[in-house]
């Protein structure tokens, strides 16, 4: 049995089989299949990591706001590449920490997501990086995808997810 949290043209994800160490966990934003590459999620890791989201958003002063930027699709490449500067790898592992979201693991590592908060809002950013992934899909070369949603409810998407992640079917063996 599949279960889905969420709209995928926005924030999605579906639980699927599996057990308490690893379970089908298809993540979606703005319609694209975040989780493509790999949906075997291990669960005490990846609810875990969930729940450190989660924690995050609802924390003021560890959530950022919207940037100044032209559009939250800039910030994100903005972002991306200065967490690419290898003449500073402290500094642009400091940028990774401090603004990629949904790094979840190798579930979610095949891609860079941002958030961002707009008033009541979040703003979530999409970019597929990995070199296989881009000669199967050339048109995601350099896209960066967006999808806006209220705040609580995505952190009431993600709230479900460790609640089912937690209680989900156990595994016979």
């Known amino acids: ?63 950022r706001p919207a940037v100044a930027e032209p559009s939250p699709q800039a910030a994100h490449r903005r972002f991306v590449l200065a967490a690419q500067d290898d003449d500073a790898s402290t500094a642009s592992y400091e940028v990774r920490r401090r603004h990629r979201d949904l790094d979840w693991g190798p579930t979610t590592d095949n891609a860079i997501v941002h958030l961002f908060r707009e008033g009541g809002y979040l703003t979530v950013t999409l970019q597929f990086w990995r070199p296989d992934h881009l000669r199967t899909r050339p048109e995601h070369d350099g896209e960066v995808f967006l999808a806006k949603m209220p705040g609580p409810e995505f952190i009431g998407i993600l709230d479900d997810l460790v609640t089912l992640l937690g209680d989900g079917p156990r595994d016979p063996s």
């Open 1 to 63: 049995m599949t279960v889905v949290l969420g709209e995928r043209r926005r924030f999605a994800a579906e639980v699927g089989e599996g057990g308490q160490a690893l379970r089908r966990v298809d993540l979606w934003i703005a319609n694209e299949h975040l989780t493509c590459d790999d949906n075997m999620a291990y669960v005490p890791q990846f609810r875990l990591a969930v729940r450190n989201t989660v924690d995050r958003l609802r924390s003021a002063t560890e959530f």
